[in-house]
């Protein structure tokens, strides 16, 4: 697949099957996080945990679904990617970080054939449980900012996208 037949392949999938991604696919994935931009160059500032503990999985689902009960906010993915940060070189910059080492996460799984979804919600459901921090592993001082869970969509559920160019664009010559 070329670069943008992958960008516009890429949809967020909200209902996985149980089949697991492969564990050389999901190498290729995070490699293509590691070769994002990141400001500063700060790399060390960041790490990358890839989840597939059933257990774990369940935790940090229920622990993201306090604020709507019932919900399933990891949507039953087979592999949750959870990116952690310290504070880096400029305030808040780890969160920019995040959206440009999960998009080119979101982008090699598209290219893969592996489906996708960007999640916010499992973000607080992680930060706000010290105990799934620890359990995470996460150094010192290292927070949640970004997860993107991973895994072969159910198609029963509805896709967003189009081909129309969604965020109006001016063009000043
Ligand atoms: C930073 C960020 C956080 C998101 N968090 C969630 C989330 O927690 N749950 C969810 O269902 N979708 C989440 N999404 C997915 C967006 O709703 C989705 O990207 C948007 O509706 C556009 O659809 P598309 O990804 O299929 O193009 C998030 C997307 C981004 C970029």
Request: net charge negative; aromatic share 20%; charged share 20%.
């Given at each position: 697949m070329n670069t943008l037949d992958a960008i516009k392949a890429r949809h967020s999938s909200r209902g996985f099957t149980d089949k697991q991604i492969s564990d050389d696919d999901l190498k290729a994935i995070l490699f293509a996080g590691g070769q994002a931009a990141v400001g500063g160059a700060d790399?060390?500032?960041m790490k990358l945990y890839a989840v597939q503990d059933p257990e774990l999985l369940k935790a940090i689902d229920e622990a993201s679904a306090k604020k709507r009960p019932g919900s399933h906010p990891l949507y039953g993915a087979p592999t949750l990617v959870v990116l952690a940060s310290k504070e880096s070189i400029l305030p808040s910059i780890e969160f920019t970080n995040a959206g440009c080492v999960i998009q080119n996460m979101?982008?090699?799984?598209?290219?893969l054939g592996i489906d996708?979804?960007?999640l916010w919600m499992s973000m607080y459901g992680i930060n706000e449980e010290p105990e799934l921090m620890k359990r995470l592993g996460?150094?010192?001082g290292f927070t949640c900012v970004g997860t993107m869970a991973l895994g072969y969509e159910t198609k029963a559920f509805p896709k967003l996208k189009a081909e129309e160019q969604r965020i109006e664009v001016e063009y000043i010559k």
């Open positions: 790399f060390k500032s979101m982008v090699a799984a598209a290219d996708s979804i960007y996460f150094p010192e």
